[in-house]
T-cell receptor, first 113, second 108 residues
Framework: DSGVTQTPKHLITATGQRVTLRCSPR?????VYWYQQSLDQGLQFLIHYYNGEERAKGNILERFSAQQFPDLHSELNLSSLELGDSALYFCASSVGQGVTKLFFGSGTQLSVL | DAKTTQPNSMESNEEEPVHLPCNHSTISGTDYIHWYRQLPSQGPEYVIH???SNVNNRMASLAIAEDRKSSTLILHRATLRDAAVYYC?????????FGAGTILRVKS
């Protein structure tokens, strides 16, 4: 158990809908990272937050947004969902924002039908 | 993004050492070399990281070439539980960007 909690574990929805994925980092960790893993794209870095502020952006679509709240939990919002958004979404946390060890959650499996 | 190159797959026998290579010829002086692994149906798991010197921990050893353009992850005695995808990553700019990784198969 990495100490990073992601909910829900599974999510099934329809095209055009909006969903919110939640991540609770390990106690004391200030950084949260989001990743998308699909069969054809591998693990794609989406975004990194540190202590409530966005620190780095990767291949995140405009339909996706994220935020980190004062209690340090983070949410990834996916809107206008398409079939291609079906993937495993991972959250990771770390103590700092620089070179450091990341702890990954077990992921949220999103299926868009 | 800084790139790494790894073999698509490797095979090892149980109880034998495994050397997983990684090339990163465009590495910059401040890039740390990280290794993660992902077991089936799980999130990635940290293995080891280093900058210039070789590193050891309870899971593995990391050997870094003197010019830092390549590195090798060493699993001293592979077990069936080590079968996973191993990712060699350069950590820079607040990003940990994964490549395709090496699928390690361990035979009993």
């Amino acid at each position: 158990d990495s100490g990073v909690t992601q909910t829900p574990k599974h999510l099934i929805t329809a095209t055009g809908q909006r969903v919110t994925l939640r991540c609770s980092p390990r106690s004391g960790d200030l950084s949260v990272y989001w990743y998308q893993q699909s069969l054809d794209q591998g693990l794609q870095f989406l975004i990194h937050y540190y202590n409530g502020e966005e620190r780095a952006k990767g291949n995140i679509l405009e339909r996706f947004s994220a935020q980190q709240f004062p209690d340090l939990h983070s949410e990834l919002n996916l809107s206008s969902l398409e079939l291609g958004d079906s993937a495993l979404y991972f959250c990771a946390s770390s103590v700092g924002q620089g070179v450091t060890k990341l702890f990954f959650g077990s992921g949220t499996q999103l299926s868009v039908l | 993004d800084a790139k790494t190159t790894q073999p698509n797959s490797m095979e090892s026998n149980e109880e034998e050492p495994v050397h997983l290579p990684c090339n990163h010829s465009t590495i910059s002086g401040t890039d740390y070399i990280h290794w993660y692994r992902q077991l089936p149906s799980q999130g990635p798991e940290y293995v080891i990281h280093g900058l210039t010197s070789n590193v050891n921990n309870r899971m593995a050893s990391l050997a870094i070439a003197e010019d830092r353009k390549s590195s090798t992850l060493i699993l001293h005695r592979a077990t069936l539980r080590d079968a996973a995808v191993y990712y060699c990553i350069l950590f820079w700019g607040n990003k940990l960007v994964f490549g395709a990784g090496t699928i390690l198969r361990v035979k009993s």
